[in-house]
């Protein structure tokens, strides 16, 4: 009985817990368009471009690579994990479109972030 009760997050754990998976997201938000800002910015900025630097020496190739397998595998965890919790199925598609248009680590964030919140209600 006592072991039940240690496992249980206290509200206020989960209050910080939640906090923490926002700032994530925000930073990340913040980041990730203030780098990609510059490029939209540059004088250059295209799809190929985009692309040809994505690719261009060992370094990019491998965080861009790392990135692309992530993404659909981490889609396909949140997919997993939201039928699990009975949570709306919809928001996978939100998750895309954040993961697509922001990155990996802002939809990974907000995930964890809606989880909580989505955890705290039960």
Known sequence: MMDSLQNKPTTKSVSTLSTVYLLC?????????????????????????????????????????????????????????????SMPANRLVIYAVVTCSVGVCASLSLFLYQREVWQNKS
């Not at 997201?25 to 900025?45: H, N, P, R, Y």
């Not at 985009?50 to 993404?71: E, G, K």
């Not at 889609?75 to 939201?82: P, Q, R, V």
């Open 25 to 85: 997201l925000i930073v990340s938000i913040v980041v990730s368009w203030g780098i990609f800002s510059q490029f939209v910015m540059s004088d250059q900025a295209s799809f190929t471009h985009f692309f040809d630097l994505a690719f261009a020496n060992p370094v990019s190739r491998l965080l861009s690579s790392d990135i692309l397998l992530t993404a659909p595998i981490f889609l396909f965890f949140a997919s997993k994990e939201l039928k699990r919790l």
